[in-house]
């Protein structure tokens, strides 16, 4: 199964922006469809988007218009940028394939008021 590795996170003030970076352990052109997910403290995980193996991508209501899923094949990396952060984004967000079930470590996001 492949393994992602995330970072970018910290702490930023409301209105702020963050680009957060998974590495993935292979090729991204061969994974089917690879999301962002985020999970607050007592919340579920949750799917904040997802890009597939043809670039469309798929937003949560939640952070559409304001966060954009990328990656760089050559660099086998997915990339979130995340703009206009509240503090309700505050979560540890984690990468994964469609139906992955091995996690990585996250990278914690903290969005001051």
């Known amino acids: 199964q492949v393994r992602f590795v995330e970072s970018g996170g910290g702490l930023v003030q409301a209105g702020g922006s963050l680009r957060l970076s998974c590495a993935a352990s292979?090729?991204?052109?061969?994974?089917?469809?690879i999301g962002w997910y985020r999970q607050a403290p007592g919340n579920q995980r949750e799917l904040v988007a997802f890009?597939?193996?043809?670039?469309?991508?798929n937003y949560a209501d939640s952070v559409k218009g304001r966060f954009t899923i990328s990656r760089d094949n050559a660099k086998n990396t997915v990339y979130l940028q995340m703009n206009g952060l509240k503090p309700e984004d505050t979560a540890v967000y984690y990468c994964?394939?469609?139906?992955?079930?091995?996690w990585g470590q996250g990278t914690q996001v903290t969005v001051s008021s």
């Open positions: 994964n394939e469609y139906g992955g079930t091995v």
């Open positions: 890009i597939k193996w043809n670039d469309i991508t």
């Open positions: 292979e090729s991204t052109g061969s994974i089917n469809r």
